[in-house]
């Protein structure tokens, strides 16, 4: 029996002894304005207020504390106030001993702390027990932390932050029984490690961790570029401790394999844009979409040259080869811009004139270059309407100077020079026609003939054959010549004298006309001869 109990216990069975604080039980015999009039057994009525018994009538029966009594005072006093904290102290010892949450209202602040009053008892909340955001007139649910008499006043010490990680670590138990891997969860970032990590706090009960290997499918592990402390972040579930009490997150997998998803909306040939996420000797990496890369080889960087890529540049690449299960992409630049010598044909149509500068010669034909990464070629055959030429007698390595537009031959534009002047075939063909009787001189000489100029520039070929055997031929010296073939087209003349002279080679003077080739191959006719070498090159 505690003290409370002896203490009701000897009111009870002494009614005719009255003292000061002694718990007394009466009936109500009469109600009159703000009093309340109660039998206890004494020569008087004790009175109680009405603010204490607020629904009291005649005939009730209360339980209360004498305050007042004195044979000086006509009515003795009555008070449940004091029965009742007396109740509400045994509540707070016996919710001391069984851990039992309590409520209380925050009274005052005070040095230190606050009060705190439980139904008229009064407790004291330590500033470090508090919690946040605590203020006078607030209902709040404590722990009770030591709980004491002292020389019969209570000396009682509360906690609302106990209270409050109490309920927290239900909630966090609450929350480790309810997830499971692939649930999605949303939490408040706490703390950013760029070595490490992210920290996230979920309903503010319990800790998630995000490796930054699972911040991307991408290159891209820098967890500031993701979040900050403060913000809101979700991420999946992947795995939960609840020995430790935490979860591990992923955000990459919140958003799904990228190379699923780009397998099903990409194929060979599309072109897109990507990010260079690094450079190496044989080629460049570029991201086109989070966490799929492709390789681009040093070939498929440009048309021309070797351009120059940094770390985060923009490019457009064409996918010329995907490998899903090996998570490989070939990717293209060069093969996603226009191809230069189709840009430069655009704005230089065949029949326009350009400047260029020979780069090389080599062999019948030369190499110009034109300028944004194109390259010219110019043959022999386009050097003069006349017979070909060497190249070099036409172009030096190292001139710059003016070229016509042809067309294009593979990466390179056809140029020409002679296209730059009248074509003299044309006046040929109008002036002269086979049958006709020209005197012109010798230009050259050569093993099969001579080439006779026209006035027109244009030289024709006079093969021995067609020379009376009497006849020696002479350079510069004019010669009168019937043309027996005229083929503008074809860039070709031939002159005869015999046929002017109305004389034709015997057929000795034929058979004599055989070139050796070699030791061992026998001979060429003259005419198999001219067919080859009497066509332009």
């Known amino acids: 029996m505690n003290e409370f109990e002896k203490l009701l216990e000897e009111s009870l069975t002494s009614p005719e002894e009255f003292r000061k604080g002694q718990i007394v039980k009466g009936k109500v015999v009469k109600v009159s304005g703000d009093t309340v009039f109660v039998d206890i057994g004494y020569k008087t009525e004790a009175v109680i207020s ?39 102290l045994e509540n707070l010892r016996k919710a001391f001993l069984e851990k039992r949450d309590v409520t209380g209202q925050i009274e005052k602040k005070t040095r230190g702390g606050f009060i705190v009053n439980f139904e008229g008892i009064k407790a004291f909340l330590p500033l470090s027990e508090a919690g946040k955001k605590v203020k006078e007139g607030q209902v709040l649910t404590f722990k009770i932390l030591d709980f004491r008499l002292d020389s019969k006043r209570p000396r009682i010490i509360v906690s609302h932050k106990a209270y409050l990680e109490e309920q927290r670590e239900k909630r966090k138990q609450e929350l480790l029984s309810s997830l499971k891997p692939g649930d999605v969860v949303e939490g408040k970032v706490v703390k950013v490690d760029p070595n490490k990590g992210v920290t996230m ?39 939960i401790d609840k020995e430790k009490g935490f979860i591990i997150v992923s955000l990459r997998e919140l958003k799904g394999n990228p190379w699923e998803k780009f397998v099903q909306e990409r194929k060979e040939g599309d072109i897109l ?52 299960k090996r998570r490989r992409l070939l990717l293209s630049v060069k093969r996603a811009q226009p191809r230069p010598w189709d840009i430069f044909i655009e704005k230089h149509p065949p029949g326009s004139k350009v400047l260029g500068k020979v780069s090389k010669i080599e062999g019948s034909r030369a190499f110009v270059e034109l300028g944004e990464g194109v390259k010219g070629i110019v043959h022999r055959s386009d050097l003069s309407w006349t017979r070909p030429k060497r190249v070099e007698e036409v172009l030096k390595e190292g001139e710059e100077r003016e070229f016509a537009v042809l067309g294009l031959e593979g990466k390179f534009v056809k140029l020409g020079v002679k296209q730059l002047t009248e ?10 026609k086979v049958g006709d009787v020209v005197k012109l001189p010798v230009k050259q000489l050569a093993s099969f003939g001579a080439f006779l100029e026209l006035p027109e520039g244009v030289e024709g070929l006079l093969p021995f054959s067609e020379v009376p055997k009497h006849i020696r031929l002479k350079k510069d010296q004019e010669y009168e010549v019937k043309i ?17 002279m109305e004389e034709k080679p015997s057929e000795e003077e034929k058979e004599e006309v055989v070139v050796s080739t070699s030791s061992s191959s026998g001979g060429f006719k003259l005419g198999e001869i001219l067919k080859k070498k009497w066509k332009m090159q």
Do not use: C, H
């Not at 003349?493 to 002017?500: G, K, N, R």
């Open 50 to 88: 009405r603010d204490e018994v607020p629904d009291a009538k005649e005939g009730d029966e209360i339980e209360a504390v004498l305050v007042r009594f004195s044979p000086r005072i006509p009515n003795p006093v009555l008070s449940r106030k004091p029965l009742e904290e007396q109740k509400e």
């Open 484 to 500: 027996i073939d005229l083929n503008p087209k074809e860039g070709k003349i031939t002159f005869s004298i015999s046929a002017l």
């Open 201 to 239: 706090i979920i309903e503010g009960v319990l800790r998630a961790f995000l490796p930054k290997e699972e911040l991307s499918w991408g290159r891209d592990k820098n967890p500031f570029n993701y979040t900050d402390v403060g913000e809101t972040l979700k991420a999946k579930v992947k795995r």
């Open 423 to 432: 074509n003299p075939w044309e006046k040929v063909q109008e002036r002269y």
């Open 273 to 324: 844009e990507g990010r260079v996420v690094a450079t190496t000797p044989k080629g460049v990496i570029v991201e086109v979409m989070e966490g799929v890369e492709g390789f681009v080889p040093e070939e498929e960087l440009a048309w021309e040259g070797k351009p120059e890529f940094k770390k985060g540049d923009t490019v457009k690449v064409k996918i010329l080869r995907i490998e899903p």
